[in-house]
Nanobody, 127 residues
Framework: QVQLVESGGGLVQPGDSRRLSCAASGHTFGNYAIGWFRQAPGKEREIVAAIGRGSSSVIYYADSVKGRFTISRDNTRSTVNLQMNSLKSEDTAMYYC???????????????????WGQGTQVTVSS
């Protein structure tokens, strides 16, 4: 069992930075790859970034955030962070972290393979 709690959302201006954190509890955290998803009103939930389990260096970014977002994992603190830079209005969404057993690939099926979701944290980018 893994519980996920996101934090760090809020209202920011275009061009600003924001760091989201996903705090996990449960002794099996190391067995899970972690993904950050987002869902805007009227749109489907989409993968933003993902990082492999344990000390894996496997990382994925959606094209829309590549070069602006950075995902990182601290297994000693059971946290996964999403550093978001150069935020745009189109980044406005509810952001969720999710735990997927073993590996992030294939990315196309990651959403369907999620075992645990957090409750989400809202990010609004507006001037």
């Amino acid at each position: 069992q893994v519980q996920l709690v996101e934090s760090g959302g809020g209202l920011v201006q275009p061009g600003d930075s924001r760091r989201l954190s996903c705090a996990a509890s449960g002794h099996t955290f190391g067995n899970y790859a972690i993904g950050w998803f987002r869902q805007a009103p009227g749109k489907e939930r989409e993968i933003v970034a993902a990082i492999g389990r344990g000390s894996s260096s496997v990382i994925y970014y959606a094209d829309s955030v590549k070069g602006r977002f950075t995902i990182s994992r601290d297994n000693t603190r059971s946290t996964v962070n999403l550093q978001m830079n150069s935020l745009k209005s189109e980044d406005t969404a509810m952001y969720y972290c999710a735990a997927v057993p073993w590996q992030i690939s294939p990315i196309s099926t990651m959403k369907e393979r999620v075992d645990y979701w957090g409750q989400g944290t809202q990010v609004t980018v507006s001037s």
